[in-house]
Each structure stands twice: as structure tokens, then as C-alpha cells.
């Protein structure tokens, strides 16, 4: 069973940084993609950034151009940057391991494992 293990939240001012770490990920034959997904509460979880084996990657409108997703693949490691930081990205940030094809790896439906969450809190 995949265990992935998340680390790098917390709490920081509006304007702020922070990096995750995801220890774990490890491609397999039945997954192509690494990726960082968010739960505020009250609301569904959603797709935030995501990179495919290949290397390519994918950000939702909502953090593109302030955050970053990067792969150690020989280490089992993703990252996600977080720059910019505003009081609407407060959430649990989760790590995912998936796959999919012909679709978007933002799809929370397309996630085979995930992380236990690490909390980010902004505020203004």
C-alpha cells in the first residue's frame, strides 16, 4: 500500500511562502501522475497542481502564477512552491498519487492514494 507523507504547512501572512514536501509517490504501472489537491472547509476538495510522469503540468486558474509542482522522481518527492500567498488558499493540502488518460489530473476522482494533509493557514 502507497503511503504518502506530507510536511511544510503553516501558518504565514498574506504575501507570504511556503513549500510542501510529499514523501512517497512512486510511479507504478497503473499511475502516471503526482499531484497536490485542497480542502477548505465547507467546500469540495479540488485539484490545485498536478505533474504527469512525463514532466508536463497542470495548475488551476486559482494558483497559476504563484505556485510551482516539481518531482524528484529517483527520490519519490513532490514539491509545491507557494508564493503570493493569499487568505483564500487557507485549506488542508493533500498529496496524491493517480491516473488518468484523456482527462484532467485536477480530478479528484482520478486519484489513487493520498496523503494524511498538512494545514496551510493564510492571513491578511
Known amino acids: 500500500q502507497v503511503q504518502l507523507v506530507e510536511s511544510g504547512g503553516g501558518s504565514v501572512q498574506a504575501g507570504g511562502s511556503l513549500r510542501l514536501s510529499c514523501a512517497g509517490p512512486?510511479?507504478?504501472?497503473?499511475?502516471?501522475?503526482m499531484g497536490w489537491f485542497r480542502q477548505a472547509p465547507g467546500k469540495e476538495r479540488e485539484g490545485v497542481a498536478s505533474?504527469?510522469?512525463?514532466?508536463?503540468?497542470i495548475y488551476s486558474d486559482s494558483v497559476k502564477g504563484r505556485f510551482a509542482i516539481s518531482q524528484d522522481i529517483a527520490q519519490n518527492t513532490v514539491y509545491l512552491q507557494m508564493n503570493n500567498l493569499k487568505p483564500e488558499d487557507t485549506a488542508m493540502y493533500y498529496c496524491?498519487?493517480?491516473?488518468?488518460?484523456?482527462?484532467?489530473?485536477?480530478?479528484?476522482?482520478?486519484?489513487?492514494?493520498w496523503g494524511q494533509g498538512t494545514q496551510v493557514t493564510v492571513s491578511s
Open positions: 496524491a498519487l493517480g491516473w488518468v488518460v484523456g482527462g484532467t489530473p485536477l480530478d479528484r476522482n482520478r486519484v489513487k492514494a
Open positions: 512512486k510511479y507504478t504501472g497503473s499511475t502516471n501522475f
Open positions: 505533474i504527469y510522469r512525463s514532466g508536463r503540468i
